[in-house]
């Protein structure tokens, strides 16, 4: 497990990181002095918790090849200056000297210990048969064998800090990463995660790869100001990327501002109405859409609102301000000065588009369709309401119970059946 960075925005360019402690020789130890201190978690034999190299506090002890390791206690964390590193980059800080594998390390070096000194007294146990010196003998004994013991419990816990052991699998600087991820700055100590490969001083991920040290999708080139061009709608020209003309045909549909997309939005340069998702380009060459009033020229998505009423004319749906009832494509405005429609059962006073059901019986009541679910007769356009409680109509040759419009024809013959 990591600590990611915060993540990069154009307000935050710089974020704050702990300082990193260096190594002289070959052990890696992180920011804590040792076992109980970095874990915050006791050891299970007591007694191995006073070795010196296992005290909480900044000291020095030593390593395998005759210099010295620093180490800071939770304290000399939390008071060090902090260092500036960039916030682009995309690594991370990783702890493994926090993970449960380093704390089972230490613990079973001081279960060992704890094993070797009471292994130690038993032997000793022999000397105290020795008449008038045993009890000295003994005494000697035992405190020899546990200096020994706590010598080899103060070396295994450094050894869970070489290199290669689970509280450093990876070096990284003065800094370690998990097993599963890479170095990617040793001088920061941070780390890619599985999956990712060190580029520079980023990570590249999925589709990117590393290309003079910038992670670019695959198929970029990097440019003399070293910016990715994809060369699918930005190409290297001058030493910089720039963007190909808005229109220029890409695998997905057209180039809108360096973009490879279906269509361009409005406000954006074109050449033509086919590079624009409204189906319209102005006389400045932009993208752009028509009015509330205007003709829906190019259907309902050249209107700004999307929507076209059944005149032709683009309007607003309902739930939208409006001035009067032209502004809606129901062409009822009401009280509050919102688009509206009216319920079941309610006069279509509009037309069919002023009914929320979008449909009006032959007596001008707003009614359901066909397949909308019914309560009754009298809620559906055809006058039936089947016994699943849908609307239904009348097929060929069944009788026109509820006039013509009962019949899915509309057109009930003089012999009184549908036809």
């Known amino acids: 497990m990591g600590t990611a960075l915060p993540q990069f925005n154009a307000d935050a360019s710089l974020y704050i990181s702990r300082n990193h402690y260096h190594t002289i020789g070959t052990v890696a ?24 190299m296992l005290q909480q506090g900044c000291q020095l002890a030593p390593d395998s090849s005759g210099g010295t390791v620093g180490h800071y206690d939770e304290g000399s964390l939390a008071t060090t200056a902090p260092v500036v590193v960039p916030a682009s980059v995309p690594g991370h800080q990783s702890f493994p000297s926090l993970s449960s594998d380093c704390s089972d ?36 004994c035992v405190g020899i064998a546990t200096a020994a013991c706590y010598a080899a419990g103060s070396t295994c816990v450094s050894n869970c800090f070489n290199i290669g052991s689970p509280c450093c699998p990876v070096a990284c600087g003065s800094s370690c990463c998990f097993g599963s991820e890479t170095c990617l700055d040793s001088g920061q100590g941070l780390c890619c995660s599985s999956g990712t490969q060190p580029c520079g001083s980023s990570c590249c991920t999925g589709n990117e790869v590393c290309i003079e040290g910038i992670c670019c999708p695959r198929g970029s080139t990097v440019c003399a100001d ?29 180039c809108c501002n360096g973009k490879c997309s279906a269509c361009c939005s409005v406000g954006t340069g074109c050449s033509s109405g086919g590079d624009c ?54 062409g009822f405005c009401n009280r509050d ?13 509009f037309g069919p588009q002023s009914c929320c059901t979008g449909a009006c019986n032959a007596n001008g009541a707003c009614c359901l369709t066909v397949g909308d679910n019914c309560s009754g007769g009298g809620d559906c356009c055809s006058g039936f309401c089947n016994r699943d409680n849908q609307c239904d109509c009348f097929g060929f040759g069944d009788d026109c119970r509820f006039g013509p419009q009962s019949c899915c024809s509309g057109v009930c013959g003089t012999d009184g059946t549908c036809q």
């Open 29 to 52: 130890h992180d920011q804590a002095c040792a076992i109980p201190a970095l874990l915050a978690v006791p050891l299970e034999v007591p007694a191995l918790n006073s070795l010196p």
């Open 337 to 349: 000065n919102q688009c509206d429609c009216f319920s079941l059962g309610d006069d279509c006073r």
């Open 226 to 254: 070293g910016t990715c061009c994809d060369n699918i709608c930005r190409q290297c020209q001058g030493g910089a990327c720039v963007d190909l003309p808005n229109g220029t045909k890409c695998s997905t549909g057209v």
């Open 277 to 330: 998702c409204t189906g319209f380009c102005n006389r400045d060459n932009q993208c752009d859409c028509f009015s509330l009033g205007d003709d829906c020229r190019f259907g309902p998505q050249s209107c700004c609102s999307g929507v076209c009423s059944a005149d032709g004319i683009c309007c607003l749906p309902t739930g939208n301000n409006c001035s009067s009832g032209s502004d809606c494509c129901t």
């Open 105 to 140: 390390c230490g613990n079973n070096c001081a279960l060992a210990a704890g094993g070797c000194v009471a292994a130690a007294s038993l032997g000793c146990a022999a000397l105290l048969a020795v008449p008038f010196v045993g009890g000295f003998l003994f005494a000697g």
